[in-house]
């Protein structure tokens, strides 16, 4: 059998409902109507029997391989939705989400609320085809859903456009890691992995064990204390009446046996204060192996997913164990109060119960307080829904959300936190430097933490803080720091108080470049991307007084993360061969070990340009991410590739053969060479880079199909046959052309670029 998470696709044709269960469970076909049948459950939906017709695997390709993941990647799935936004709705919806633009939706406010009332409209379609004899609580949960898409969304339809638009880019992304982790199943690191968390659950299972085993044998020792308060009572009855020798044999008898039962009581008793501190000592084990391994990993890898790396997993297993090791911490404080009874109605000198009472209860109040203190995290990065790709970088102004969890998920925690959230916390004039700027948090600053519907998660989320600027009294340019230098911190509070004890529990997020204008998002990002490649230490504000260097294997990896994060296609060798080239120069030799320094990153210009290797790169992601996003993603545009490379490459190649590479003198410029083989000799033209402002006006699939030369008097043509190295141009271009519209009563005309004359080497600037 086949457990799938999720519900089955919205086009299908509906069954015969009734409420179920949660998971949904597929069935092997034949048993149930045919191949492409399902049957399946869902906790607050409904059961039956759908038909998938074999055009809606492809209609839902996205979606439908998103089910087949593990439950690892499940997990990360369900956590790019909640109740304003619930996976119902991406599930029953399915086909047509992925049929929508959201990235254009989410630049348009009109489109934006047209978008957002045709879902509604999609829901009211489903709700009306359903039967309302025996869909009562489906029917209920679909008008629940309506009410809370109207109640977050209907008066900003662009930030529903903005969610979905950042929920599918990271389901690809999901989708994109998990195909790679397949390809590398079975590798020593993966081994490794894995094994560390079986040993984690096998540590955590054998604590559920010994407090099992311990509350087992409280009940025994609480059934021999009854037996023996029974008889010692019964026997003193007896002594206080006139007894005869028979008697008074049969009672010391009887004493002998009290005596010996007793002595059982104590051994017991010895047994089970060994058996609870074996309990202890396991659980302070555990949970120091949580708080100070399995906690600080998970956080290595929200910063790596941050800046583009692999999609952080196992947040549900982190929490799984911290609420195992706090039930079992619970557990045991309630054995403590049976134990301490037991003392109350029956205790002796060298009792072993009152002896280590005090010591236990400390001990499993400490653990507990320890764990509870740890237990909470930033599960959502600050992020401007405006900008999910980038987050941590917050504008002034603008609108930002973060979201909240705590680990330990127990019931009686239920909307009892209360967090509130500040900005540099704490920080004095002694801990920061000279100019250094504050903001005030404008919005709904505290939260209260509550179990999420849709994943029973304890959590809390901020969805529309802004940052305003305090008016400073020095000079703007007092700070030894750019602004896009300075980083700042969100801290998050609450107190949890029960009727014996109180703990302050606090985190906060990775630190946050706070901007004023959009232009200054490159610096900050890059900012973003340094400090957390390069520290781990959340409060290390001043970061940037004194920043390390990145020693290029690393770089490479994260910017390679950059194009991958955002295109789904990352740089391969030859590419990364290239930056390191214009980075750190030749004599480098790709040496993963060459530092390089934050100032020649992202000040120090490249030469013979205005402008910094980032700012350059940034420009060309920027470039891919509108214009050429399909061109790259499929392996087009090789990109990154010097001059004199592409001379080598194209030499020997039949003429019209070309290349598309990005420019090394523009920012954000493509431009592309083609070789013309001529008595025996290879010529070489290029074409004066084309801009994000050229393309705008005309997509460079146009531009390259309809491209031509005009060259002493010849007819213009099109020089451009084959891309490099050996495909036909209209295999990759034409599909990707805009058809231009036709009307009987005009001849048509098509906007071309034309080359006025060219010469080996270069071409002149494109006209139009």
Avoid at 540 to 569: D, Y
Avoid at 629 to 644: N, Q
């Amino acid at each position: 059998m086949k457990l799938l998470p999720l519900l089955p696709h919205p086009e299908l044709r509906f069954g015969i409902f009734t409420a179920g269960g949660r998971t949904l469970r597929r069935t092997a076909g034949p048993e149930r109507g045919g191949a492409n049948t399902c049957a399946f459950t869902a906790d607050w939906l409904f059961t039956g029997d759908y038909r998938f017709p074999s055009k809606a695997f492809g209609k839902m390709a996205l979606w439908y391989q998103l089910q087949q993941l593990d439950s690892r990647y499940l997990e990360q799935i369900g956590q790019l939705y909640d109740d304003a936004f619930p996976m119902e709705i991406r599930q029953y919806l399915s086909q047509w989400i992925e049929s929508i633009d959201w990235d254009t939706v989410a630049l348009d406010e009109s489109l934006a609320r047209l978008r957002f009332h045709d879902l509604l409209s999609k829901l009211d379609e489903l709700y009306g085809r359903l039967n309302p004899s025996n869909n009562f609580l489906l029917q209920h949960n679909f008008r629940k859903i309506q009410r809370n898409l109207q109640e977050h969304f209907q008066e900003n339809p662009t930030y529903m456009a903005m969610i979905i638009s950042n929920s599918m880019k990271e389901e690809r992304r999901i989708l994109e890691m998990a195909i790679r982790t397949q390809e590398n199943m079975g590798s020593p690191q993966g081994n490794v992995v894995m094994e560390k968390q079986k040993q984690m659950d096998s540590q955590v299972n054998e604590l559920k064990k010994k407090v099992q085993e311990a509350k087992q044998d409280i009940r025994v020792l609480e059934d021999l204390h009854k037996e023996h308060v029974f008889k010692t009572k019964t026997l003193q009855s007896r002594m206080e009446v006139e007894t005869t020798i028979q008697i008074a044999k049969e009672i010391q008898l009887e004493e002998l046996k009290i005596r010996e039962m007793f002595l059982k009581l104590n051994t017991m008793r010895q047994a089970v204060v060994m058996e609870v501190f074996n309990a202890l000592n396991l659980a302070d084990l555990t949970k120091n192996m949580l708080i100070s391994e399995k906690l600080p990993e998970w956080k290595q890898r929200e910063q790596m997913a941050c800046i583009g790396g692999p999609p952080n997993a196992c947040l549900d297993q982190l929490q799984n164990w911290f609420t195992s090791v706090a039930e079992c911490l619970q557990q045991i404080r309630h054995q403590l109060n049976l134990l301490q009874e037991l003392v109350q109605n029956f205790t002796y000198d060298n009792d072993p119960i009152a002896l280590n009472m005090c010591s236990m209860q400390e001990q499993v109040l400490s653990l507990f307080k320890n764990l509870l203190i740890n237990s909470i995290v930033v599960e959502r990065q600050p992020c401007m829904p405006t900008h999910p790709e980038r987050p941590l970088v917050l504008k002034t102004n603008s609108q930002f959300t973060v979201k909240l969890r705590l680990l330990v998920k127990l019931p009686e925690l239920n909307c009892q936190l209360k967090v509130k959230v500040s900005l540099d916390k704490d920080l004095t004039d002694k801990n920061t430097f000279k100019g250094f700027r504050r903001f005030n948090i404008l919005g709904t600053s505290t939260k209260v933490m509550n179990m999420e519907e849709s994943n029973g998660c304890l959590s809390a989320e901020f969805r529309h803080l802004q940052l305003k600027e305090q008016k400073s009294v020095g000079r703007a340019n007092e700070s030894p720091l750019l602004i896009t230098e300075q980083l700042h911190s969100l801290s998050f509070e609450t107190q949890l108080k029960q009727s014996d004890i109180t703990i302050d529990i606090m985190t906060t997020s990775l630190p946050i470049v706070i901007i004023s204008h959009n232009s200054q998002i490159p610096g900050a990002w890059a900012s973003i991307i340094w400090f957390n490649m390069l520290c781990t230490d959340y409060q290390n504000l001043g970061f940037f007084l004194n920043p390390p260097p990145m020693m290029w294997g690393e770089l490479a990896k994260v910017l390679s993360w950059q194009f991958s994060s955002i295109t789904k296609r990352g740089l391969n060798t030859d590419q990364l061969s290239m930056l390191a080239d214009k980075l750190l120069g030749p004599e480098a030799q790709e040496d993963p070990d060459t530092a390089v320094n934050w100032c020649k990153f992202i000040k120090e210009n490249i030469h013979g340009t205005s402008f910094s290797f980032w700012l350059w790169l940034d420009s060309i992601l920027e470039l891919i991410n509108k214009h050429l996003l399909p061109f790259w993603t499929d392996g087009y545009i090789m990109g990154f590739v010097s001059k004199e490379m592409e001379r080598a490459l194209l030499k020997n190649q039949e003429s019209g053969t070309f290349l598309l590479r990005f420019s090394e003198s523009h920012l954000g410029g493509i431009t592309f060479t083609w070789v013309k083989q001529a008595n025996g000799k290879a010529k070489f033209m290029s074409v004066e880079p084309y801009t994000k402002k050229r393309l705008s006006a005309l997509p460079i699939a146009d531009i390259i199909r309809d491209y031509k030369v005009i060259a002493d008097g010849v007819v213009p043509e099109n020089p451009l046959k084959f891309l490099y190295p050996k495909i036909p141009k209209d295999k990759v271009f034409v599909k990707h052309s805009t058809s231009q519209p036709t009307f009987s009563q005009y001849i048509s005309t098509n906007l071309i670029t034309i080359s006025l004359n060219t010469s080996p080497l270069s071409c002149s600037s494109p006209g139009m």
